[in-house]
């Protein structure tokens, strides 16, 4: 674990904003910062939404909790079963590819990341990345020749809850849970809870982490010039400028003929590191975060006082992040690849009018309508009953204009109108009375 101290190191962890602020080394650099960023005016927002809460402690009692996230409960059956889990095993993938089709997840979300940044960093590098895959609630990390995948799956009560499967053709298909990985996975970079975190930074040619380059928090807040280092982009229109594709300090990025290489490599599944996949999972893996975070700190602030009042700060700034009120333009429109979008929306919700969350813009910004899909989740009606229906109310006196605050206002009426309808009829139960 010596790689431990330098990944953990923090600097400066507060984030106060619902958004992302890029960390430098120099203090001295941090009146610019936030004058460049214009993040002032949110840093009080949320204060102190990177301390660590104790989720160990009850009430949550993360470790010693049963899980039933979507992967604990497929991972009790095959223990239940002593026979299953004997899958296909890949000659170079393992049971990468039984896995994502058991756990449902597309091949085409694959993201590729070459940054030593992870748990097994010493398998990866540039010429030997790390592939992420993932769909709304599970997300899956593989690395060539490593001997464990890791995966991660959203719990409605616990957060996130992380799992190893063994790549050994001799040993059934077996998730295991891993509570070591919180040491990541549940600090200032998760927003104090069990989540996820994202990293962009530049690294050198081996990819190791070039330290003082780092932006915390990566959401759909982060500017795309900040986004992606450490990452693999294959299908970003040509005048996206982004940290992406530049293993080393001098290199202009890789070129486009060792791109063509990576993205046809047979190191993996699917060809390439996807940029609508990127853009999804900048957005939705804060979005997770910030659903767990509401959920713990509520349930910690009604046992202790038996009312969420407290938490206006935390559900406003909630609330921005899920109508997208600070995301980050995107420059040029993006043309998807059509295999996964149509895996992404295979789930949709569309109302009768054939307007669903999972719609995408990709034009000036990721969605049609700025309100997150992850609204009609598991995890987000598990909330404590008041603080989701905190949410609720405000959410509706937002789209229905009668609350007008200035953090609001680039919520354009039309697009308030659409999503109120399109969750009237999506997702009654969760807009009863609206
Ligand atoms: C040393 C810190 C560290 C540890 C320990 C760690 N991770 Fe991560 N993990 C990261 C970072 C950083 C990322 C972001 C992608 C990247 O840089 O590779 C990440 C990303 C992931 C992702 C993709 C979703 C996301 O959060 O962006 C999964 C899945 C994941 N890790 C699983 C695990 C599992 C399972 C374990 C424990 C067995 C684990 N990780 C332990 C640092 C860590």
């Known amino acids: 674990m010596d790689y431990l101290p330098q990944i953990l190191s923090t600097g400066f962890s507060a984030m106060n904003t619902p958004c992302v602020r890029p960390r430098f080394a120099s203090v001295l650099l941090w009146p610019l910062v936030f004058f460049l960023c214009g993040t002032v005016s949110h840093a009080a927002d949320f204060q102190g939404s990177t301390h660590r809460l104790e989720f160990d402690a009850a009430p949550v009692l993360y470790s010693s909790a049963e899980a039933t996230d979507p992967v604990g409960k497929i991972s009790a059956k095959l223990r239940a079963n002593r026979t299953t889990g004997w899958m296909p095993f890949h000659p170079d993938f393992g049971y990468l590819p039984a896995v994502l089709e058991m756990l449902n997840v597309p091949v085409s979300s694959q993201m590729l990341v070459f940054s030593k940044t992870s748990l097994q960093r010493h398998n990866i590098s540039p010429t030997n990345p790390r592939a992420l895959y993932f769909s709304d609630e599970i997300y899956i990390g593989f690395i060539p020749g490593a001997p464990e995948m890791e995966v991660a799956s959203v719990d409605p009560d616990l957060g996130t809850v992380f799992y190893t499967v063994h790549q050994d053709k001799d040993e059934p298909v077996r998730f295991r849970r891993n509570n070591d990985c919180i040491q990541c996975h549940g600090a200032a970079r998760s927003m104090g809870v069990p989540g996820f975190v994202l990293r962009s930074l530049e690294t050198d040619v081996s990819g190791e982490i070039l330290t003082a380059t780092d932006t915390d928090e990566i959401s759909h807040c982060t500017s795309i010039a900040q986004r992606w280092g450490g ?62 975070r509401l959920h713990m700190e509520g349930q910690q602030r009604i046992a202790e006082y038996g009312h969420v009042r407290y938490l206006d700060n935390q559900i406003r700034a909630f609330l921005r992040y899920l109508l997208f009120t600070e995301e980050a333009p995107l420059p040029s429109p993006l043309t998807p690849s059509a295999e996964f979008v149509a895996a992404f929306q295979k789930n949709a919700k569309r109302d009768a009018k054939g307007r669903s969350l999972k719609d995408l813009d990709l034009n000036t910004r990721l969605f049609r309508y700025p309100c997150s899909f992850l609204l009609d989740s598991a995890a987000f009606r598990k909330l404590p009953t008041l603080v989701r229906n905190a949410v609720l109310v405000r959410l509706h006196a937002i789209l229905t204009g009668t609350e007008e605050h200035s953090d609001f206002k680039r919520l354009i009426p039309d697009d308030a109108q659409a999503v109120l309808e399109i969750l009237r009829e999506t997702a009654p139960d969760l807009t009863v009375g609206w």
């Open 231 to 292: 990452w693999y982009v294959t299908n970003a229109p040509s005048d996206w400028v982004h940290r992406g594709n530049s293993p080393g300090p001098t290199s202009e990025g890789i070129g486009s003929n060792r791109l063509h290489e990576i993205a046809t490599s047979k190191l993996f599944p699917a060809a390439g590191s996807d940029t609508l996949a990127l853009l999804l999972h900048d957005h939705q893996t804060h979005m997770h975060n910030y659903i767990t």
